[in-house]
């Protein structure tokens, strides 16, 4: 007890010692304190140097977002995939129509005509159509062709297209001068009419003229409107178990994958007994059955 009571026991002049530094020391925490505060300014939330600053975080933030988003380069609609037209905002079904025109070997040539097989909305075409990048010899057809319904043809005009007349009307013996008479069918689109009836060794259906590249329908509509399959084509057929991967291919309709697939199934069974088997094979396009096999049979 003596120990601690020697600790605790001041005399008047230390207890006011005391005393003096415990107010010395309240003031100088009072001072501080209210120091801190009068530094502490009240900024105002709508002041203009606040709102200039938020305006630029603001501008920043939308860079910043627009960035983000994926950019639309210059493309040709015909090679439009599932994850490229999800991109650009088209429907499954915009789509499937889409890749269900390409896979009869046919081509977008324009924007309009990319908006009747797809369906897709006046306002999804106005905003991916500025960045369709057509073949330059395309682009260069359509811009003849709009120069042209602007012209008035005069009556010699006119008349050059009836100084031919027609030899006949079957479309697989009609010659490159009896297809000029048609309007918008000139020497190029004549001579390819031609070219491609040569490669399928005759037309046997009326609408595979549809197939022929940069045709547009309402000019192949113009062209069936005068000429028409009157008689089938001879076509030999070849035996598809005894054909090789080559030959096969040579087939208009039939192209490298497709004829890997064909080839495959007739590994595994070993040889075809009907060529309707052909239809049994997984993704084999089905639309295109009734030209293939104008080639081929199985013996």
């Known amino acids: 007890m003596k120990i601690f009571k020697s600790h605790f026991w001041y005399n008047k002049n230390q207890r006011n010692g005391i005393f003096v ?3 010395i020391i309240l003031v100088l925490q009072v001072l501080i304190f209210t120091n801190v505060v009068s530094q502490d300014k009240v900024i105002e939330s709508n ?14 933030r939308l860079i910043q977002i627009e960035n983000r988003k994926p950019k639309i380069y210059p493309f040709n609609p015909n090679y439009i995939d599932d994850y490229k037209g999800e991109q650009l905002g088209m429907s499954l079904e915009e789509i499937d129509r889409l890749l269900l025109f390409r896979k009869s070997n046919k081509f977008i040539n324009s924007k309009k005509e990319f908006q009747n097989i797809t369906k897709v909305s ?3 075409l106005n905003k991916i159509a500025p960045y369709f990048k057509f073949p330059d010899w395309v682009t260069k057809r359509n811009q003849q062709k709009n120069t042209s319904r602007n012209f008035n043809y005069s009556k010699t005009d006119k008349s050059r297209f009836a100084k031919h007349k027609i030899s006949t009307t079957n479309i697989n013996n009609a010659t490159a001068e009896d297809f000029k008479t048609i309007s918008g069918i000139g020497s190029a689109f004549s001579e390819r009419i031609i070219k491609y009836r040569s490669k399928l060794q005759g037309f046997s259906f009326n609408n595979q003229l549809y197939e022929i590249w940069g045709l547009e329908k309402e000019v192949a509509d113009r062209v ?10 001879f076509i030999k057929k ?9 030959q096969l291919l040579k087939n208009p309709y039939i192209d490298y994958k497709l004829c890997k ?3 495959e199934y007739r590994d595994e069974v070993a040889e075809l007994q009907d060529i309707a088997e052909l239809k049994n094979i997984k993704d084999f396009p089905l639309e295109l059955y009734d030209r293939i096999v104008l080639y081929l049979l199985a013996e």
Do not use: W
């Open 21 to 23: 530094l415990g107010i």
């Open 47 to 60: 002041s203009p140097e606040i709102l200039a600053f938020q305006h630029q975080i603001d501008s920043l």
């Open 224 to 233: 069936l409107s005068v000429f028409k399959v009157e008689t089938k084509p």
């Open 261 to 263: 697939m064909i080839f």
């Open 238 to 246: 070849e035996n598809l178990n005894t054909l090789e991967f080559k």
């Open 122 to 124: 006046d306002s999804l």
